[in-house]
T-cell receptor
Framework: DQQVKQNSPSLSVQEGRISILNCDYTNSMFDYFLWYKKYPAEGPTFLISISSIKDKNEDGRFTVFLNKSAKHLSLHIVPSQPGDSAVYFCAASDGSSNTGKLIFGQGTTLQVKP | SAVISQKPSRDICQRGTSLTIQCQVDSQVTMMFWYRQQPGQSLTLIATANQGSEATYESGFVIDKFPISRPNLTFSTLTVSNLSPEDSSIYLC?????????????FGNGTRLTVT
């Protein structure tokens, strides 16, 4: 039972363009969502998060959108840079959000071409 | 944010043996967490390492297979016991900043285990 799904295993975009990574979830109890970036041989690095009381959170080139009715969130990277090439994981937690239990998606590999 | 050091970074072990992974955080944290990433899969929480009490295991993970120690507020170990090829995975230690509600988890660089 995959509660968090990233249906696109990979995405390729041109440098300077927008990258949009998508994530769907099934558990309506999830109230906190995060995106992580992972380079090879490194651990996941926190990128940006959003609480369920918001529908948008922005941090520099990164914006996360949350559509609770559709149980969908997306990460927008504008403009995309070659250094953004990595695996991106979507993660969610439920009402016990101050624990460390995150449910992760399978990841999307982003390639930004120069 | 917390800096997490994990070792070894990788190891190749024979089946039937055990591997102990160490995790050091550069600040005191109440809870530390151990995750596993099997090949081609997402990250899955194994257990929460609580200082001063037994670890709390997620469904599907048991103490006999994954014993955990948490001797103080900056250190934890995970042992993967009686290894089989199915245990070949990346094991990740993580922690979060106690002072911030809803602070994100921070991860170490992981231990890549190959069981032959």
């Amino acid at each position: 039972d995959q509660q968090v799904k990233q249906n696109s295993p990979s995405l390729s975009v041109q440098e300077g363009r927008i990258s949009i990574l998508n994530c769907d979830y099934t558990n309506s109890m999830f109230d906190y969502f995060l995106w992580y970036k992972k380079y090879p041989a490194e651990g996941p690095t926190f990128l940006i998060s959003i609480s369920s009381i918001k529908d948008k959170n922005e941090d520099g080139r990164f914006t996360v959108f949350l559509n609770k009715s559709a149980k969908h969130l997306s990460l927008h990277i504008v403009p995309s840079q070659p250094g953004d090439s990595a695996v991106y994981f979507c993660a969610a937690s439920d009402g016990s959000s101050n624990t460390g239990k995150l449910i992760f998606g399978q990841g999307t590999t982003l390639q930004v071409k120069p | 944010s917390a800096v997490i050091s994990q070792k070894p970074s990788r190891d190749i072990c024979q089946r039937g043996t055990s591997l102990t992974i160490q995790c050091q955080v550069d600040s005191q944290v109440t809870m530390m967490f151990w995750y596993r990433q099997q090949p081609g899969q997402s990250l899955t929480l194994i257990a929460t390492a609580n200082q001063g009490s037994e670890a709390t295991y997620e469904s599907g993970f048991v103490i006999d297979k994954f014993p955990i120690s948490r001797p103080n507020l900056t250190f934890s170990t995970l042992t993967v016991s009686n290894l089989s090829p199915e245990d070949s995975s990346i094991y990740l230690c993580s922690a979060k900043d106690d002072s911030l509600w809803n602070s994100p988890l921070h991860f170490g660089n992981g231990t890549r285990l190959t069981v032959t």
